[in-house]
């Protein structure tokens, strides 16, 4: 591995990190905030599955370091946790469902053009 590896992955993740905050928003809007959760965690799915036979140093900046930073499962959680108790668990359990199958359709497709 190459000395500016690291760098690369926090340049990377700086990208990243700037990407998700523009999709899913800082606002005080907490239902466009999990649409972009959602947005970012699909995209990530597909983008890692995309990478899959990549290897060498820019897979590890790009890997980690971008999409790494660009999807948030801790997030993802807190607003599980937060729809649930806001609204209703049957809200919650849709969004954990839709995550999870249009994530790994994504990652599926992903696989499928790598």
């Known amino acids: 591995m190459n000395a500016l590896v690291p760098v690369g992955i926090v340049v990377a993740g700086f990208v990243g990190t700037l990407i998700r905050v523009t999709v899913a928003g800082l606002g005080t809007d907490f239902h466009r905030q999990i ?5 970012v965690n699909i995209a990530g799915s597909f983008l890692l599955a995309r990478m899959a036979n990549s290897t060498g140093d820019s897979s590890l900046i790009l890997g980690i370091g971008a999409i790494g930073a660009l999807t ?5 959680i807190s607003q599980v946790e937060r729809l649930g108790r806001e609204t209703t668990w049957e809200k919650a359990a849709a969004y954990v469902l839709a995550s999870v199958i249009l994530g790994v359709t994504a990652a599926l497709i992903g696989l499928a053009v790598a």
Not at 35 to 39: C, R, S
Not at 72 to 76: A, D
């Open 72 to 76: 948030t499962f801790s997030t993802f």
């Open 35 to 39: 649409y972009g959760t959602l947005a």
